[in-house]
C-alpha cells in the first residue's frame, strides 16, 4: 500500500532467477534475501540480486539529462506506462502535474527506481523549470507543431506530455518554448498517450544518448 493508499503488488512474470548457487558475492550491493529465495523482479540482468536501494544509485550515475512531465487532471491511467518507459530511457526525472495520486499499475513497479516530483499546477511546474534551466517541450499534434524527427529537441529539456483525449492544456502549450508532434500515416487523429511518449523518448535517445 503506498502513501496515497493504492495497492502496488508486484507482478506476475516468468522472468527472473531462482536463489543464488554457490557461495555468495562479498558485495555490499546484494541483497541477502533476493540471494536467498531469487530475484523474480522487472529488472534487467545487470542487476540480480542487488538491492533497490544500489540500484538507483548506480542509475543516478547515468540519468540522462531529459526529464519527463504529465499533466494529471483526470487521474489518467497512461501515467504509469509512461513512467515505465522513462526508467526505460533513463530519464533524470519525471514531474506530475495537477493530481497528486496516480494509478502505478502501469509502471509494473518501476516508479520504485524512478525520481518522481509532483507539482501542484502548470505555474509551479513552470517555475520549477526556468529555476533549473530547462527548455520545456510540449507534445501534442496542434496548430504549429512541427514533427519531432525534424525539430529542436534540445539535449537538456523537460518533455511534456498531456492526457489521453483532451492532450495539452492551453497553459501548458503556452508555457512551452516548442511543440512537436508525431507524423501519422493513417486515420486516426491521435497515437494514445503513453504509445506518444516512448516515441519521443525515443527519438530524443536516438539524437542525445552514448
Known amino acids: 500500500m503506498d502513501a496515497d493508499g493504492l495497492t502496488e503488488p508486484e507482478a506476475e512474470v516468468a522472468h527472473g ?43 543516478d550515475e547515468r540519468r540522462h539529462p531529459f526529464h519527463v512531465a504529465i499533466e494529471n487532471w483526470q487521474h489518467d491511467l497512461n501515467i504509469g506506462s509512461i513512467v515505465r518507459s522513462a526508467n526505460a530511457f533513463l530519464a533524470a526525472e519525471v514531474h506530475i502535474i495537477g493530481k497528486r495520486r496516480w494509478n502505478r499499475r502501469g509502471a509494473m513497479v518501476t516508479d520504485r527506481y524512478q525520481h518522481v516530483r509532483h507539482h501542484e499546477d502548470v505555474a509551479t511546474f513552470v517555475a520549477w523549470a526556468e529555476a533549473a534551466s530547462l527548455p520545456v517541450v510540449a507534445v501534442d499534434n496542434v496548430d504549429g507543431s512541427v ?16 492526457q489521453e483525449g483532451p492532450g495539452l492544456s492551453p497553459e501548458a502549450v503556452a508555457a512551452a518554448s516548442g511543440v512537436v508532434e508525431i507524423t501519422q500515416y493513417g486515420s486516426t487523429r491521435s497515437l494514445n498517450a503513453s504509445a506518444a511518449a516512448a516515441v519521443v523518448m525515443y527519438e530524443w535517445s536516438r539524437r542525445w544518448a552514448q
Open 147 to 162: 514533427p519531432v524527427d525534424r525539430a529542436d529537441l534540445p539535449e537538456a529539456c523537460v518533455l511534456l506530455f498531456g
Open 17 to 59: 532467477v531462482g536463489p543464488w548457487q554457490g557461495e555468495w558475492p562479498d558485495d555490499p550491493r546484494f541483497d541477502p534475501e533476493l540471494l536467498a529465495k531469487g530475484d523474480r523482479r522487472n529488472v534487467v540482468d545487470e542487476f540480480r540480486y542487488w538491492t533497490m536501494e544500489a540500484i538507483i544509485a548506480h542509475l
